[in-house]
């Protein structure tokens, strides 16, 4: 039986998009987990035709003992996919190891260190000033030599979801954050980069025998809180006919500097005064809605071509049809107890809009914003404007109100 190995997945965005895909192109379904609340008659996970239980999901060793079982019961192991952090180039490894389809294991693992990445990449235009702020150096040194740097980026090199990624534009918002991060992160190095302004992007990127095969551009509306949250997502972003050649010669030389050859990839990148710069960059497709908001828009699945590619297959990447696409996220003000969510129902009436998730279950403690995982609810609203999507999506989601318990 033809099968695919999932390594990790969520409830809910591209990771679990994936699994359903996967069914759907007839595909057995094996999906390796450390949650024993996804194998317990969960209908959440219908698709998955076998569970994997495994306590740490980097144990390589266990995993190669775990896949080398599941051969010799008889399933044929085509593919060994990940599309959570951090078992993206690990997954490619396994997959490696057994002789599949193979993608840019080095690339993808370079990807999934901010650090690293921004090292390998320093010397293109596209990198902004940046410093390595180690666990032993001063910080009356740094902040004597780099004040003028004030406002400013602080994050660790492993992250996603924009968790632990920091604003900072005072001195004791400098102490305070690294007292923060050397925390949660000891013993590591902290990358410190200059804040940019400027319309922000996320660039989603299939690689298929070195040749760019699919190029979307999305439009982000950020939340600055002190965090980097995105709560809007337009397709197609819209910029100057120059600026997307540019573009696209910069993710060209950076794609050529990382040898990406084979795989896909999401870039947040910044038009800074006409130029681009690189804000991230990540080794998979981004989370949440972002295969429906590209597929309502152009009618490509691209989550199936990404597969495809790890099967050894050609992607096809045709377009369908071209529509504007807007993507409202919900976030919430205060903290506490969900005791109900309404207006689900009202949303989905609105003209235009195609898709609602709620993502929280009541009773659930949620609260403001400190990553994208607190992101509540999502509106896709799509139209032949983008202000009309826009607008849509704006107004749909006036109908879903959070009532909470003070907590």
Same mark, same amino acid.
């Given at each position: 039986?033809?099968?695919?190995?999932?390594?990790?997945?969520?409830?809910?965005?591209?990771?679990?998009?994936?699994?359903?895909?996967?069914?759907?192109?007839?595909?057995?379904?094996?999906?390796?987990?450390?949650?024993?609340?996804?194998?317990?008659?969960?209908?959440?996970?219908?698709?998955?035709?076998?569970?994997?239980?495994?306590?740490?999901?980097?144990?390589?060793?266990?995993? /190669?003992? $775990?896949?080398?079982?599941?051969?010799?019961?008889?399933?044929?192991?085509?593919?060994?996919?990940?599309?959570?952090?951090?078992?993206?180039?690990?997954?490619?490894?396994?997959?490696?190891?057994?002789? !599949?389809?193979?993608?840019?294991? =080095?690339?993808? $693992?370079? @990807?999934?260190?901010?650090?690293?990445?921004?090292?390998?990449?320093?010397?293109?235009? &596209?990198?902004?000033?940046?410093?390595?702020?180690?666990? =032993?150096?001063?910080?009356?040194?740094? $902040?004597? =030599?780099?004040?003028?740097?004030?406002?400013?980026?602080?994050?660790?090199?492993?992250?996603?979801?924009?968790?632990?990624?920091?604003?900072?534009?005072?001195?004791?918002?400098?102490?305070?954050?690294?007292?923060?991060?050397? @925390?949660?992160?000891?013993?590591?190095? !902290? !990358?410190? *980069?200059?804040?940019?302004?400027?319309?922000?992007?996320?660039?989603? &990127?299939?690689?298929?025998?070195?040749?760019?095969?699919?190029?979307?551009?999305? $439009?982000?509306? /950020?939340?600055?809180?002190?965090?980097?949250?995105?709560?809007?997502?337009?397709?197609?972003?819209? /910029?100057?006919?120059? *600026?997307?050649?540019?573009?696209?010669?910069?993710?060209?030389?950076?794609?050529?500097?990382? =040898?990406?050859?084979?795989?896909?990839?999401?870039? %947040?990148?910044?038009? #800074?005064?006409?130029?681009?710069?690189?804000?991230? &960059?990540?080794?998979?497709?981004?989370?949440?809605?972002?295969?429906?908001?590209?597929?309502?828009?152009?009618?490509?699945?691209?989550?199936?071509?990404?597969?495809? /590619?790890?099967?050894?297959?050609?992607?096809?990447?045709? *377009?369908?049809?071209?529509?504007? #696409?807007?993507?409202?996220?919900?976030?919430?003000?205060?903290?506490?107890?969900?005791?109900?969510?309404?207006?689900?129902?009202?949303?989905?009436?609105?003209?235009?809009?195609?898709?609602?998730?709620?993502?929280?279950? %009541?009773?659930?403690?949620?609260?403001?914003?400190?990553?994208?995982?607190?992101?509540?609810?999502?509106?896709?609203?799509?139209?032949?404007?983008?202000?009309?999507?826009?607008?849509?999506?704006? *107004?749909?989601?006036?109908?879903?109100?959070?009532?909470?318990?003070?907590?």
């Amino acid at each position: 039986m033809k099968t695919i190995v999932f390594i990790g997945c969520y409830k809910s965005g591209t990771s679990k998009e994936a699994l359903m895909i996967a069914k759907e192109m007839g595909y057995c379904v094996v999906l390796c987990t450390d949650k024993t609340k996804y194998m317990t008659n969960n209908p959440d996970f219908s698709e998955v035709d076998q569970f994997v239980y495994i306590e740490d999901l980097l144990d390589e060793q266990q995993m /190669v003992e $775990e896949i080398t079982r599941l051969m010799k019961k008889g399933k044929q192991i085509c593919a060994c996919i990940s599309l959570i952090d951090p078992y993206v180039s690990y997954a490619a490894r396994l997959s490696k190891h057994f002789g !599949l389809a193979k993608t840019s294991v =080095d690339s993808l $693992e370079l @990807m999934e260190n901010k650090i690293a990445i921004r090292e390998k990449l320093k010397n293109l235009p &596209i990198t902004p000033f940046y410093i390595i702020f180690h666990p =032993d150096d001063s910080l009356e040194k740094f $902040e004597k =030599d780099y004040k003028s740097l004030f406002p400013f980026i602080i994050k660790p090199p492993i992250s996603n979801g924009s968790k632990d990624v920091l604003f900072v534009e005072t001195k004791k918002m400098l102490a305070d954050a690294l007292r923060l991060l050397q @925390m949660n992160h000891p013993n590591n190095p !902290l !990358l410190i *980069e200059e804040f940019l302004q400027g319309p922000q992007y996320l660039v989603e &990127i299939l690689v298929y025998n070195n040749e760019i095969k699919f190029l979307g551009l999305v $439009e982000q509306k /950020v939340l600055y809180n002190g965090r980097f949250i995105v709560t809007g997502y337009k397709f197609p972003g819209k /910029v100057e006919m120059e *600026e997307y050649r540019s573009l696209y010669a910069c993710i060209s030389s950076i794609l050529k500097q990382i =040898d990406l050859s084979n795989g896909s990839c999401h870039m %947040e990148m910044k038009l #800074v005064q006409g130029k681009w710069k690189l804000i991230e &960059i990540n080794p998979r497709m981004a989370g949440g809605a972002m295969n429906r908001i590209i597929k309502e828009g152009t009618g490509i699945n691209l989550i199936k071509e990404i597969l495809k /590619v790890h099967l050894g297959e050609e992607p096809i990447l045709l *377009e369908k049809r071209k529509k504007h #696409v807007y993507a409202k996220y919900l976030t919430i003000g205060s903290r506490g107890k969900l005791l109900k969510i309404t207006g689900k129902e009202l949303a989905l009436m609105h003209d235009g809009v195609k898709y609602v998730h709620i993502k929280p279950l %009541e009773g659930r403690i949620i609260t403001t914003p400190y990553s994208m995982g607190n992101r509540y609810a999502c509106v896709i609203a799509v139209s032949e404007t983008a202000e009309q999507a826009e607008a849509i999506a704006l *107004e749909a989601a006036k109908e879903i109100k959070f009532y909470l318990e003070p907590f």
